[in-house]
């Protein structure tokens, strides 16, 4: 109170504008601490600008000084440039603190072969840590976070039943060149009676009580020129692991979701859909994307998530 | 001499000297890089989007996908592991306007072209939660089952040509794209044949799995699969965009 007073009878300094007659604007100088501050972010922009790269001057700019970045470039060679991001990075990948750490780990995965990976418990850790986070960027987008996939869409990884094998040199070739699971749509072959007859004998090779007199034209069909099923399914039902072809002797079931209804007749229309559509799924290639290194880490690692074979 | 009190009186004149003086600051720091030589980097294969990754862009915009997403891998470790190469000028140059982004609610998608299957990101567009059950990305339905309309894809690409993306009208500006990236790519990017290219490539690939259709799902996952593939990394040595910063 009395600070207002004090200032009305003009202690305080006013900037001798007057409007409307008797408003005025004190003139109040800045807090020491504020104006020191802003001194030291003066000092700090004028150092800044020496060290690090600042001003442009013509078609290029000033490239700062005393802090230099020596990395190795990609082909071997040792390079100096001035202070920034890309050279920082580059350095960073391969002489960092965490880098050095991965990468002796890294080497060693990348000579190793499969078996002493298999073997070496220590680097069995290693792969499991690193190649979950990778499985989660990756693949869990498709297969799910624990690999448990979409019933339909993108196949289970985490059940012992492959359609391409699950032996470490076919999960490899699955990974790095991508799979495309191709079954041709039957819709134009057969009328739906046929399909009904087909849909019914492949149910049963799985033990799913059927129409017998179905079953046995289906099974016709299936094992004949008629509907060369047993081409990629084989006469057993099995399943070709060279087409990708599903086993359909099994339970387990990735496009038609049989398992869940308990309802025949729904678990024939399922079976039905699937054969007069056909199948297109792709699974894409990752030569390109990752490095041999981490195909192999994941090659460990879902194996090992599929039970291994 | 202006005296302060002239322009504390004078709204009109206030607004113009303080529009000069935030100017100087963004100038200072725009100009520059147009006459910088080291900005965009020199590398082969970025081109302009096809017609229908254009509409496809357009889709993205509308639909406000940049206000969850990226489009900026930053040269940092954690981000070349996760996404693979950081991001290059060269490769938003002829992005108008750029897509970079801000916020990171989803990932970042400047290299996500060629990583899932058309058929993942048709799934997952129409209810991402059908792939990726944690997921809080909204569902977006509508795009399988709208047709694309591309009536006026040719004034989009002619309103980019003004803003000096290459897209040709003359003989003259086609050669000079059969120059730049090739005789294939050369007649994608013409714009008399717009609507031509634009069916064609949605029927041959057939991103949505709707055969007879060309809706807006397959634009946009046309632009989605081409994002971040242009450059061939493999064919520089990293040492060479540092030379750019």
Redesign the interface.
């Known amino acids: 109170m009395s600070d207002k007073k004090a200032r009305s009878q003009g202690a305080v300094q006013t900037t001798g ?1 007057a409007w409307d007659g008797d408003i005025q604007e004190f003139n109040n100088p800045l807090p020491t601490w504020w104006l020191w501050a802003f001194y030291a972010t003066v000092v700090f922009a004028l150092i800044y600008w020496v060290l690090y ?1 600042a001003w ?1 001057v013509g ?3 000033t490239k700062g000084m005393f802090n230099d970045i020596t ?1 190795v ?3 071997g ?1 040792v ?1 100096t ?1 001035h202070w ?7 350095r ?2 391969k002489e ?1 603190k ?2 050095r750490l991965s990468q002796e780990y890294m080497s060693k995965v990348a000579d190793a072969s499969y078996a002493q990976i298999l073997a070496d418990p220590e680097m069995m850790a290693y792969t499991r840590s690193v190649a979950k986070g990778l499985f989660g ?2 693949c ?3 297969h ?2 624990g690999g448990q996939g ?1 019933i339909g ?2 196949p289970n990884l985490a059940d012992d039943a492959w359609l391409w094998g699950g032996s470490i040199e076919q999960v490899h070739k699955t990974i790095a060149d991508g799979r495309y699971g191709f079954m041709p749509a039957f819709s134009d072959t057969f009328d739906a009676k046929q399909l009904r007859d087909v849909a019914s004998y492949v149910l049963s090779l799985s033990g799913n009580p059927v129409d017998g007199v179905a079953r046995a034209r289906g099974e016709k069909i299936f094992q004949t020129q008629e509907g060369g099923c047993h081409y990629c399914h084989t006469p057993a039902g099995t399943g070709l692991k060279s087409q990708g072809a599903a086993n359909l002797t099994d339970q387990i079931w990735t496009i038609a979701d049989v398992n869940g209804t308990d309802d025949p007749a729904v678990k024939l229309e399922r079976v039905e859909k699937v054969i007069s559509g056909g199948v ?5 290639h990752w030569s390109e ?1 990752l490095t041999p290194a981490q195909i192999k880490l994941l090659t460990v690692y879902v194996h090992e998530l599929g039970g291994g074979q | 001499m202006i005296k302060h ?1 002239n322009i ?1 009186t004078n709204a009109g004149l206030l607004i113009v000297l303080t529009l000069i003086v935030i100017s100087i600051g963004g100038l200072v720091e725009i100009v ?1 890089l147009f ?4 900005t965009v980097e020199k590398v082969s294969g970025v081109r302009p989007y096809t017609p229908l990754e254009l509409r496809g862009r357009d889709i993205y915009q509308r639909e406000g996908c940049y206000l969850c997403h990226s489009q900026m891998v930053r ?3 954690d981000e ?1 592991l ?1 996404y ?1 190469h ?1 991001s290059l000028a060269a490769e938003s140059q002829y992005d108008h306007p750029f897509q970079w982004g801000s916020k990171r609610t989803g990932p970042d998608l400047a290299r996500v072209g ?7 990101h048709v ?2 567009l129409i209810n991402p939660r ?5 997921s809080i990305m909204p569902n977006y339905p509508w795009l399988q089952t709208t047709d694309l309309d591309y009536s006026d894809v040719q004034a989009r690409m002619r309103a980019l040509k003004k803003t000096g993306v290459p897209y040709s009208e003359t003989q003259a500006e086609f050669d000079r794209n059969v120059a730049a990236f090739g005789p294939e790519t050369a007649n994608k990017l013409d714009i008399l044949h717009a609507e031509e290219n634009l069916m064609q490539q949605a029927l041959t690939n057939d991103y949505d799995g709707q055969r007879d259709r060309v809706t807006e799902m397959d634009a946009l996952v046309a632009y989605l699969q081409v994002l971040g593939t242009m450059v061939d990394f493999s064919k ?4 060479y ?5």
Not at chain 1, 84 to 90: P, Q, S, V
Not at chain 2, 236 to 239: A, M, N, R
Request: aromatic share 16%; glycine share 8%.
């Open positions: 504008h790269p442009p078609g290029s700019f990395f470039d990609s082909d060679s390079k440039t920034n991001t890309r050279a920082l990075l580059i960073d990948l960092g965490e880098a960027d990756n869990a987008a498709c799910g976070a979409v869409l993108f297109q799924r792709q699974m894409p994307r | 009190e504390e520059p006459y910088i030589n080291d040269p940092f470790r070349w996760r693979g950081y060629g990583k899932y299957s058309n058929a993942w799934a997952h059908d792939v990726v059950p944690q520089y040595d990293e040492g965009f540092a030379e750019f910063r």
